[in-house]
């Protein structure tokens, strides 16, 4: 495995030409998930104006070139991670793993070819569904990938996307106590928080989030850890069109949201 990132992400104001966090709103699939997905473009809105941190929405049927433009124009080396948060639906079709805009598609090949001209952090949230597929197109070094599901055959809404929104900067989620909340941290914490959601009504979970900080094209689950520790054993999922198997993980992600100073005034 290639070394596990274990540095500090502090969110800094800076004066810089092109956002350092990229929200993208997605299609919705149905009306029926609008307004969840909207709420949770606001809070990411309201995460990166709290942090200090310059960021752009990305909405429309012109989303794909929007997308492509900002990238093309965003910092290649920074001290500052550029964040991409994707909010709506996500397919798998063809072994091809897309993002659904409301224009037309972005494929993670695509994305790839994209992130491939960046040598800073970049965090990649995709809370889709087939969001998984993204994970061994994208993983590398100086990479978080965090994806809504284990497989590419979890295809429906997914209720991470709204459970991390709420994680991030809440300290409820901060689970080691010490006054900041990781991006670890509300992994963890909103992939609980979808584990709950599903046994209150005694269902069988739809969606299964993955992390991958390490740049090995595999992922974990959050049920490998106890608290921040990992349990100690190989976990493998049945066969299907995407398989992650799951390996240890050698220390927690340290990627932070912010300095504690920061923090506090997001919880």
Not at 204 to 232: H, P, Q, T
């Amino acid at each position: 495995m290639i070394k596990q990132l274990s540095f500090l992400l502090v969110i800094l104001s800076l004066n810089l030409g092109a956002a350092d966090m990229i929200i993208i709103r997605g299609a919705e699939g149905t009306e029926t998930f609008s307004k969840p997905l909207d709420a949770s473009v606001k809070r990411w809105q309201e995460i990166s104006t709290k942090a200090k941190i310059s960021s752009t929405l990305i909405s429309g049927e012109q989303s794909k070139l929007e997308i492509e433009e900002t990238l093309l124009k965003s910092a290649k080396e920074s001290k500052t991670p550029l964040w991409i948060i994707y909010i709506g639906h996500g397919t798998y079709l063809n072994k091809m793993a897309k993002l659904n805009l409301k224009g037309p598609d972005i494929s993670s090949e695509e994305l790839k070819k994209l992130l491939d001209q960046f040598k800073r952090e970049v965090v990649f949230i995709n809370c889709a569904s087939a969001s998984a597929p993204f994970i061994p197109q994208l993983s590398w070094k100086n990479r978080v990938i965090i994806t809504a599901t284990k497989n590419s055959q979890q295809i429906y809404y997914t209720k991470f996307n709204e459970f991390l929104a709420e994680a991030i900067g809440n300290e409820d989620a901060d689970i080691d106590k010490d006054s900041q909340t990781s991006l670890f941290e509300s992994f963890l914490f909103a992939s609980r928080e979808v584990k709950k959601y599903y046994d209150k009504d005694k269902r069988i979970s739809g969606e299964n989030a993955v992390i991958d900080d390490n740049g090995d094209k595999l992922g974990s689950l959050a049920d490998m850890f106890d608290g921040l520790n990992r349990v100690r054993k190989l976990m493998a999922y049945e066969p299907t069109r995407f398989t992650l198997f799951l390996v240890k993980r050698k220390q927690k992600c340290l990627w932070k949201l912010g300095t504690k100073e920061t923090l506090s005034k997001l919880s």
